[in-house]
């Protein structure tokens, strides 16, 4: 199959398990990744989700709304082959979390960052032993590197399936904290967004919001919510 299908050609889209993985048909045909590696999915939930994907398009294809497909794709194509880069980039979040950094004004944002942000840094202290630093303003401040280590640690244990949809919650929200949160599902994923997008909504209640604004949050949403969905679907 080529890289890039732009049209719908096949009648039938099929789950088979072959060896220890997963393939997608579509047809007769054998689905691969844009870099022409095989499609092979760990079980039957995520590799049913991805063909539904595929079987919901019409005449043309939308990669763009196939967002389980471009995570497999993006842990097969990309993450395999730089596990350890993505892992430091994602280290590097965790220096500059959102949840470090906090107004200095007004009094009633600072309030509400606390009510919504001190409850998972305070679970994160606890749960992993880290000491983490919390300021007022955007001025950078350092972590301890053994938090830092500790945190990066946790990724260790993620395959790189888990691995592209932690980053992909990662670079949605700006946290690393949040994103750990969601894949332990310390809450609901709904007051996890939330919190991420805390400053976006305090903006939007003092200026407004234009509908540029909107379809961009809510198209953020879609994509936080699918690789929430697709990490706790691979275990």
Not at 9 to 33: A, P
Not at 195 to 211: C, K, R, T
Request: aromatic share 10%.
């Amino acid at each position: 199959m080529k890289a890039s299908i732009k049209k719908v050609f096949w009648k039938s889209v099929s789950v088979k398990k072959e060896d220890k993985h997963y393939v997608i048909y579509l047809d007769k045909h054998l689905l691969k990744t844009p870099a022409q590696s095989l499609l092979k999915l760990p079980n039957r939930k995520i590799a049913n989700m991805v063909a539904n994907e595929w079987l919901e398009q019409e005449r043309e294809i939308n990669y763009k709304n196939m967002l389980a497909n471009n995570l497999v794709n993006l842990a097969i194509d990309k993450v395999r082959h730089e596990e350890e880069e993505i892992r430091n980039l994602l280290k590097d979040y965790a220096q500059t979390d959102l949840l470090y950094y906090r107004s200095e004004k007004p009094e009633e944002l600072i309030d509400k960052q606390s009510a919504l942000w001190d409850p998972f840094l305070n679970w994160i202290k606890e749960r992993f032993k880290v000491s983490l630093k919390v300021t007022h303003g955007v001025m950078p401040i350092d972590q301890p590197k053994k938090s830092l280590n500790c945190l990066k640690s946790q990724l260790n244990k993620m395959s790189i399936f888990q691995l592209a949809c932690f980053h992909e919650l990662v670079t949605i929200s700006g946290s690393f904290i949040l994103s750990l949160a969601a894949v332990e599902r310390i809450t609901s994923p709904g007051r996890i967004w939330k919190a991420a997008i805390l400053d976006e909504n305090w903006q939007s209640s003092v200026w407004g919001e234009d509908d540029e604004q909107k379809i961009n949050l809510n198209r953020k949403k879609i994509a936080f919510f699918k690789a929430y969905e697709v990490y706790h679907s691979l275990s």
